[in-house]
Structure formats: C-alpha cells, structure tokens
C-alpha cells in the first residue's frame, strides 16, 4: 500500500480554521476591532455593507504595519503578541493565536491599507481566498484599514446559513458594544449602508455605559467595587426596576476581555434572590481584574470562554460584592415586587372596569365578515363561521403565516373544534384567569388573557395591513432616550407602528419622540410602555421564524391586553367572547398555545364512573 497521509495545504488548513474563528459577519468585526485596539487606536470606525455579508471595513488610527508585516500579518501564526509559550499565562493583548486575519483571508477578499506614521507611504495588499493578489505602496492616512468583501465567497454553505440582515447586524452591534463598554477611552463608530448607527466618544466608563445601554440606565446603576488579593471586582448592577425578563443586559469582562460564565452568571443572580420578581434577570456589568497567570484564555478560538484556577473563591467574592452593593443602596428583600414593574399599562378594558360597563359595539371592527352588526352568537358561530369553508381556507393560509406549530393545530383540529356561546347564557370567571361557559355537548374554559391577545393580535396585523390606525395625539409628545441596539430595532418596524397609530418622530439619534399613540391602544404611560414593548419583542425574537410584522402585532398585543387577575363583567366577557368569535383563528396564539379547552359531556361522564 502506498502512502497515504499527505500536509494540507496552507489554503485548505486556514479554510478549516476559519470555521472555528469566523462564524459570521460579526466574527469578523470582533477580531478585526480587537486588533485596531492591540494597535494602540484611540479611534476606531466600523463600516458595513448588508450586515457585512458585502463588505466589513474597520479603520482604526493605531500604529500601523510595516511592508513587510502587511504581508506577514496574513500567514497563519503570524502574531506579534507571543514569542514563547510561558508568554501564553501572561496575555494582555486581545489577540494571540494569530490566526484570525489567516482564517479571514482564506474565506473572502481582502484589502489592507496601512502605514506606519514615520513612513512616508504605506503599503497597499490584496489577497484573496489565501492567494496575494498584489502588495503595493501607497499613499494613505496613518493607522490600518482592513476591508473584508464578500465574506464566505468560496464557502456557500457559510453563506448559506447566514440569518437574515437584521439579526446578523444585531450580532456586530453587539460585538462593538461590548468592546466600546471596555474601552471608554476609545472613540468607536458603527456605519450600516452609509446611515450611522451610533458613535461613542471617548468619556469615563459609567457615561459609556449609559451610551451604549440609553440615557434612562443612568439613575439605574449601582456601582460595585471590591479588591481582593485574587481578583478585584468593580463596574456596575441594576437597580431592581432595571430588570428585565430576557437576557441581554449582564456582561462579564474579565481583563477587559467579554466572556461568558453560567457559573458566575448564578453568583450575580443568587445576590439578587428575593430582590427581583421571578423569571427577571439583573442588568449588570462586571469587570473582573485578576492576574494573568491565574486564568487560561486560550480554550476557545473565540476566546469568549475562560478557564479560572480558584472558580469557587471568584464566585464567592462576586456573591458578597454583589450583596454589599445592594445593601449599601438599601437594596433589600423586603422591597415588594408583587406588582410586575416593568408592565403599567392601561387598556380600554381596565377603565371599563371602574366605570359602569358600557359596550358600544364598532361597526368598523369585523374586518373579516360581511356585517359586523350585532347578532346571536349561535348565529355567527354556527352559520356564518363552522360552515364557511373558506373560511377553513383563510385561517390555513394565516396559519402558514404565523407559526409552523399553529399549522399543525390547525390541520390537526378540525371545525367541530370552534364552540359554541348559546343565546342566553351566561359566561362566568374564574380565579379572575378563566371564563367559563355552558354549551350544547359540554364546557368551554377560555383563558382571558391569551383570548384578548388573539383578538388584539389580529386586529394589530389588520391595522398594519390597512395602515390606517386612528391616532390619538399626545397633548405633551414624549422624548424617549433608548440604546443604539433599541432605536435600530423600532426604525426597523417604523412603517408597521405607525400603520397603528403611532406617530414618532427622532429628534436625535439616540432618542425617539412619540408624538401620538394608536386610540385603540390606550397607551397613558408612554415611556414605560416603549420599554415593555421592546421587551416583549426581544422575547419573541428568538422563538420562532415569525417575521417581523407577525412580532411586532404579538408583541403590541401582549402589552395591550388584559392580563390574568384582572375582574371582568358579565358585558366585557360576552365582548371579549365575540370578539374571539370573529377571529380568524380564535383557538391558538402564535406559539401554537390553546386559547381555550373544551370538556365534553361524554369526557364528564366518563369521570364520573
Ligand atoms: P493576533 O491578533 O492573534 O496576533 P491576527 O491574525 O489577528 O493575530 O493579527 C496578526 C498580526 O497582524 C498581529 O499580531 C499584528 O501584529 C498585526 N495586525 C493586525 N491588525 C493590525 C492593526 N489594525 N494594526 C496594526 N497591526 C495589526
Ligand atoms: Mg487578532
């Protein structure tokens, strides 16, 4: 047999490293940023083109290449931050593996200008899927410029599994925030097809902070500092209404490096027992600062893991640094969370609830049948819906909108599924969660909560179809100062909220004013609501491959609906139940969740033997 094991090519090897180094786009950005700062830059520019699956350009004024390290700068290994292994446990440079700008270049075409501020001419070099393509002076302004185009060009697959523009932009914004939070010395910028998406001056670290998190943090942080011989502790928590119910907003550095650790992530949360409602998660931002040799960076190409020689004694002076700081702003468990902080939302349903009841029906709401007047309930269910095949039609077609689950509900269920509220008889609540009813073969229970998001949810998607919701003018607009990440998020659904309703103007790039809110919604507190809505969505974001509009009407519909707890009249039950009856699909929300279960008389029986 001959031989048969043979060297890879440089090419191949580098490709297959690039899987491990450059995931995405946003890879791409952290590695090329993070080299800007091991070259001393105090300004740095991002610029990308389609979330940079076009083009990533990171320009940075730090100390530049000479002709012959703009060359060697691509060779895989090639670093100058290590020259020997013990240099290993001593690392304060953000790279060291030099293997990033080698992976880079073996999976899209690259251009590096760079020039040395002695010099009197730079060096120009192309290179492209690990072949030079040319290396020539140039004039240009000191500092280096990396272009990264067309990413993954020779690698389909890659570029095949990439997520849409907007969570691949999400996840750059997310890599450049987390440099900029630990480097509030250095000007950072973020441009996304020629439109600025932020830009960070240089300032102290709590201001940066509340620059790359919003304005409204600033009376919301805690500070935390703790020196101890093995580690010291410092940075920021949130007070407890800066909780949220999605992560997003705990960041770890360790030397000024982002990582991520459950284990320490449960030091902060544990701090933070009894303080905070369940299910809500503590903003924080917690530098870690420990001497080189005590921790091993090197287990992860990405290097957002690390290894801590004394874990346990770490997470114990976390807990107590944590402790002490919330004590020492009398932060305690004796704070009383019953209420959810985050959700103060008025809807039509709650005023209707200290007024007298007075059910005015809109002719304009039944956008889906022919007469929306008042009729018998039987009437409408089992008339004009259970025998309506296209109907049955419609709501399989909506189905394959809003979630692959709710397609398969649907299919699975067929129209005897739909109920029945007979003439005269009367829906009762239960535990202020449930209503119930009578029909002819059995009960219905409903959940009011989820029934009122249908019915919301709905009409929200109507509206935004239509795109004309009727706007109630806000007698004082309202500015609100949201994160960079918030405000791309909300011009990203401009045009949909507005089809609401709403009326927004941006009176800076890091605020929006609201101007007028939709009447429907009966938004009274607009700041507070921006902030659960934003939340709401967030939470939604990762949980289906729903698109944007399906979100953004989910979302609205879960701030604006009644909740559970909540009393209701006889009236708004029978309101709500119509309502649900007119729906195209009243029997699951989005998630593929019921919004009310039958029990049949034969089931009953059967429990009764
Ligand atoms: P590493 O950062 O691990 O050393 P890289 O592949 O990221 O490996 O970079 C290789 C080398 O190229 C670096 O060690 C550095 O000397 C040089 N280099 C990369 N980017 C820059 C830059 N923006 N300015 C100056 N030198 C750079
Ligand atoms: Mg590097």
Redesign the pocket.
């Known amino acids: 047999m001959p031989d048969i094991i043979q060297l890879l090519p440089d090419s191949v090897a580098n490709q297959i490293a690039a899987g491990e180094v450059v995931q995405r786009p946003a890879s791409a950005v952290k590695?090329?940023v993070?080299?800007?700062i091991?070259?001393g830059?105090d300004t740095i520019r991002v610029i990308v083109k389609d979330a940079g699956k076009t083009l990533i350009q990171?320009v940075?004024n730090?100390?530049?290449?000479s002709a012959m390290?703009a060359r060697?700068?691509?060779e895989r290994h090639?670093?100058?931050?290590?020259k020997k292994s013990e240099d290993l446990f001593h690392i304060l440079?953000?790279?060291?593996?030099?293997?990033?700008?080698?992976?880079?270049a073996a999976i899209a075409q690259v251009e590096l200008k760079?020039r040395q501020s002695q010099d009197e001419l730079g060096t120009q070099v192309e290179i492209e899927g690990s072949k030079f393509k040319s290396s020539e002076p140039i004039s240009c302004p000191a500092?280096?410029s990396?272009s990264i185009k067309n990413l993954f060009f020779n690698v389909p697959a890659r570029r095949y599994f990439l997520k849409s523009d907007g969570i691949e932009l999400k996840h750059i914004m997310d890599e450049v925030q987390r440099v900029a939070l630990t480097h509030p010395d250095i000007e950072f910028s973020l441009h996304h097809n020629g439109a600025e998406l932020f830009s960070f001056v240089k300032t102290n670290l709590r201001q940066r902070i509340v620059h790359v998190l919003g304005a409204r943090y600033n009376e919301k942080l805690v500070p935390v500092s703790e020196e101890t011989d093995i580690v010291g502790v410092s940075g920021f928590i949130g007070k407890p209404d800066a909780s949220r119910k999605t992560r997003g907003e705990q960041f770890f550095f360790v030397n000024n490096r982002f990582i991520k650790n459950a284990y320490l992530h449960h030091a902060v949360m544990s701090a933070y027992e009894q303080i905070l409602p369940d299910g809500h998660f503590p903003l924080y931002l917690i530098y870690l600062d420990i001497d080189p040799d005590l921790i091993d960076i090197n287990i992860h190409p990405t290097k957002t893991e690390i290894k801590f020689q004394d874990e346990r004694a770490i997470y114990a002076i976390l807990h107590a640094a944590i402790k002490r700081a919330l004590g020492k702003n009398n932060i305690t468990p004796s704070l009383d969370f019953s209420q959810d902080p985050s959700i103060a939302i008025t809807t039509p349903l709650t005023h209707q609830e200290i007024k007298v009841p007075e059910i005015k029906v809109n002719p304009d709401y039944n956008p889906f049948g022919e007469s929306s007047k008042r009729e018998s309930l039987a009437q409408r269910w089992g008339g004009e819906r259970a025998g309506n095949s296209k109907g049955w039609a419609e709501l399989l077609e909506i189905s394959k909108m809003v979630s692959p689950q709710e397609e398969h509900v649907a299919t699975l269920s067929g129209t005897s599924d739909l109920f029945e509220l007979e003439e005269g008889i009367q829906p009762i609540q239960l535990h202020r969660k449930y209503i119930f009813f009578a029909e002819e073969n059995g009960l219905i229970l409903v959940d009011q909560q989820r029934a009122h998001r249908r019915v919301l949810f709905e009409r929200y998607l109507l509206l935004m179809e239509r795109g004309k919701g009727s706007v109630q003018q806000l007698l004082f607009p309202e500015e609100i100062e949201l994160s960079p990440a918030d405000i791309h998020l909300i011009k990203e659904m401009e045009g949909d909220i507005q089809s609401l309703g709403f009326e927004i103007s941006w009176p800076s790039a890091t605020s929006l004013e609201i101007r007028g809110v939709p009447t429907e919604a009966n938004i009274s507190d607009v700041g507070g609501w921006i902030e659960s809505f934003l939340e709401l969505f967030k939470n939604e974001a990762h949980s289906s491959t729903v698109g944007l509009r399906e979100k953004t009407a989910w979302a609205m519909a879960s701030g604006t609906s009644i909740r559970y707890g909540q009393m209701l009249t006889t009236p708004e039950m029978q309101e709500l139940l119509e309502r649900l009856s007119q729906c195209k699909q009243p029997q699951v929300i989005p998630s593929g969740k019921p919004v009310y279960l039958r029990i049949s008389l034969n089931e009953l029986a059967q429990q009764f033997k």
């Not at 090639?78 to 290590?82: E, F, G, H």
């Open positions: 590695e090329l993070e080299n800007a091991d070259a830059a990171v940075d730090g100390k530049g290449m390290d060697m700068c691509f090639a670093t100058s931050k290590i440079t953000k790279g060291f593996r030099g293997e990033a700008l080698a992976s880079i760079t500092g280096t990396f």
